[in-house]
């Protein structure tokens, strides 16, 4: 079993930067593969971005390739999602989740954090 708690957002000016980070309970944290899912008012929760289970590979959806950053460290049983560029657009809720299988479904993580709240004014 693995909880997670995220930190680290907050409200930026657009063209500005924040890093999401998002620790991870449990002694079996390298085997999950880790992904970032966000949810702006009036859309449904979104895939954002996701790392393999030995940080070797990442994946991003359209629309933050190029801008932001997956990573993990396996030691220190933390993810970090690093956001520049940010814009109004980007204004969401960010959720950190753990998947035995990677996926971009919402339906496929096995364990959610509570999410951290990102605003980005124009």
């Known amino acids: 079993q693995v909880q997670l708690v995220e930190s680290g957002g907050g409200l930026v000016q657009a063209g500005g930067s924040l890093r999401l980070s998002c620790a991870a309970s449990?002694?079996?944290?390298?085997?999950?593969?880790m992904s970032w899912f966000r949810q702006a008012p009036g859309k449904e929760r979104e895939f954002v971005a996701a790392?393999?289970?030995?940080?070797?590979?990442?994946y991003y959806t359209d629309s933050v390739k190029g801008r932001f950053s997956i990573s993990r460290d396996n030691a220190e049983n933390t993810v970090y999602l690093q956001m520049n560029s940010l814009k109004p657009e980007d204004t969401a809720v960010y959720y950190c989740a753990a998947a035995r299988t990677f996926s971009r479904s919402t339906s496929s993580p096995d364990y959610w954090g509570q999410g951290t709240q990102v605003t980005v004014s124009a």
């Open positions: 449990g002694r079996t944290f390298s085997s999950y593969c």
């Open positions: 790392v393999s289970v030995n940080g070797v590979g990442t």
